[in-house]
């Protein structure tokens, strides 16, 4: 049997026509118009992209008439004639080189709106993910204190990716990399002293220079007062900081969990930087990079620029990566000995990949400089183990924080930035979620607390949001008013209608290409524009009765309505569940 065209098994009308013309390319190669088992792998069936052309288009006679021996427009030809059999179908015709634009009827849409009703909240969820694991990392900030702002963008873009791709059929690990072995945690540990210090009643005066100055650090000093008393009060050093290191991560951390469950955002798997370098990773990733030539002892290059005075040349294990595009070799160890960042993650990404088919890292903007080389260190290290991991980062830019068109930067809690929870209590974890969703990640972002609260068009939020409240209170206002939603008379829906209709019809195809693409904005532009068309079918009624969802001198027309009404509702909370948001009910 020939190759059908891939299709995701839960039927909706994109999935059904490729099915179609794949049964219409199986009867050429039958009749031998087209060679039998002919690669279509790159067969389209999609929307074109100027709606006044048609419904659907394909490009199957661009693709295989160099196999079929023949010109794309007489291929097309023989494929228009079957598709015009298609009672689905009211008109397929060859445009340019030989696409084919085609009309679908009137009862093909109505044929998904059932179909929208009968798959509820699986409408739109696809099994082309089925089989793959793929590990999502994202937040995994240094955990030295509560989230703020910085990290927020990058959170709700990961946390909305996974669940995207989960809905796309994909097994999906959202991981959390806590980077518990540098520097940065011996000053969390020395930050917690001194408020363990001064938790027993030592005056300790101005938070030296260097040491973390926020309040939140308070009760985990108090914590560890009433836990262990002074036996660390006036000990050595060395004698209480591994003790104060891991209660201070331990604390942070659960803090950490604490905000990111404000905005609704969870991991399945907490990756200790300590366990992994306690573990021998780095060291296993060096040994085989050595083996393969991929890493050598050889003098780090001067910085660029003026030489510091202090600047000595010192040999270092060092990963080729300029063979990669990179502008010079990287230190994958200090001078001390210790770990690189960059030679301990690319050891971290070599571990995930034990575990998954695929690893996406949602990175801040400001690592741009490290893709290349992590990439490059990935490949070499999946690839020598005999399976070659897709990796894929994506780079979330900062958010510039507002108010009312002023830049804002204290905050009450920290009093040096904004926290998360600071955000999610004045505007809302919806407004965030869905607002940090609004925008390509790679795009500069401001959030003002001011606008993103809006009742109007320009909040996308509410816009989206609004969409659906006045669904439900069409929903109410027919109920009381003795009219229910019913599929029973679908057929008094005119054109106007099946525009709407058309516009859900749009959405399992961008849960796949969002999937496809690791872009969940994809979804939150998609629901604007649905938002956007059921609006413009609600105003309709302003200023004719006749067009508004109930009709109350006619009971099937207004029960007809009020099941489109449903169903574009569905596909509202099927949208917003996968980006986090509520689906409200009222505003």
């Known amino acids: 049997m020939s190759n059908p065209i891939e299709t995701a098994p839960l039927q909706t009308l994109h999935s059904a026509f490729a099915e179609k013309v794949g049964a219409v390319l199986n009867a050429l190669e039958l009749e031998g118009a087209l060679p039998p088992g002919s690669p279509r792998g790159n067969v389209t069936v999609e929307p074109p992209r100027d709606p006044s052309h048609g419904d659907l288009s394909t490009n199957a006679a661009m693709v295989l008439a160099k196999q079929a021996r023949t010109n794309p427009r007489e291929l097309a030809a023989k494929i228009v004639e079957k598709l015009e059999a298609d009672p689905d179908v009211d008109s397929a015709q060859i445009a340019g080189p030989g696409f084919i634009n085609m009309r679908l009827s009137d009862a093909a849409w109505r044929a998904e709106l059932l179909a929208i009703a009968t798959l509820g909240s699986n409408y739109g969820r696809s099994t082309m993910g089925e089989g793959v694991t793929v590990n999502v990392e994202y937040v995994s900030a240094n955990p030295t204190g509560p989230m703020h702002m910085g990290h927020c963008r990058g959170a709700v873009v990961g946390d909305a990716l996974a669940s995207l791709l989960e809905y796309a059929g994909h097994k999906v690990i959202r991981e959390y990399y806590v980077n518990d072995a540098g520097s940065q945690v011996d000053t969390l540990a020395r930050s917690v002293h001194l408020r363990y210090r001064e938790a027993l009643g030592d005056g300790i005066g101005t938070i030296p220079e260097g040491l973390y100055p926020g309040d939140y650090l308070v009760p985990v000093g108090q914590a560890l007062a009433e836990e262990l008393g002074d036996r660390f009060k006036d000990d050595p050093e060395e004698h209480w900081l591994p003790i104060f290191r891991a209660h201070a991560v331990e604390a942070m951390m659960d803090m950490i969990r604490a905000d990111l469950a404000l905005l609704g955002i969870r991991h399945d798997v907490f990756a200790s930087e300590a366990a992994l370098q306690l573990a021998g990773k780095p060291a296993e990733a060096e040994a085989w990079l050595r083996s393969h030539d991929l890493v050598y002892d050889g003098i780090l290059e001067a910085p660029k620029g003026k030489v510091l005075d202090d600047w000595e040349p010192v040999e270092l294990p060092l990963f080729r990566s300029t ?24 050891a971290y990404h070599f571990q995930k990949a034990e575990h998954a088919d695929a690893l996406i890292d949602i990175w801040g903007a400001d690592h741009s400089g ?30 510039q924080l507002m108010r009312a068109g002023e830049p804002l930067k204290m905050s009450k809690r920290s009093g040096n930035f904004i926290t998360i929870a600071d955000m999610v209590e004045e505007v809302g974890k919806d407004v965030v979620r869905f607002t940090m969703l609004s925008r390509k990640p790679e795009a500069q972002m401001e959030f003002d607390f001011a606008k993103v609260v809006e009742a109007s068009k320009d909040n996308p939020v509410f816009y989206v949001q609004y969409a659906h409240a006045r669904i439900h209170s069409t929903l109410r206002k027919g109920a009381l008013e003795g009219f229910a ?44 524009e649905l938002a956007g068309a059921f609006h413009a079918y609600w105003n309709l009624g302003n200023d004719n009765p006749l067009k508004r969802f109930i009709v109350v001198q006619d009971a099937d027309l207004s029960g007809a309505r009020l099941f489109l009404a449903s169903q574009i509702g569905q596909v509202l909370r099927n949208g917003l569940a996968l980006l986090g948001v509520e689906a409200v009910e009222e505003m």
């Open 485 to 528: 939603p019913s599929a029973d008379h679908i057929a008094a829906l005119g054109a106007e209608e099946l525009e709407l209709v058309k516009q859900a019809a749009q959405f399992p195809r961008i849960v796949e290409a969002a999937a496809q693409a690791r872009e969940p904005h994809r979804l939150a532009f998609y629901l604007y």
């Open 370 to 399: 490290t893709v290349k080389r992590i990439k490059a260190a990935v490949a070499a290290l999946t690839e020598g183990a005999g399976r070659a991991i897709a990796f894929d980062v994506k780079l979330v830019q900062m958010v």
């Open 323 to 346: 063979r990669f595009g990179d502008d010079q070799d990287r230190p994958i160890k200090k001078s001390d000995g210790k770990w690189t960042y960059f030679g301990a993650d690319l």
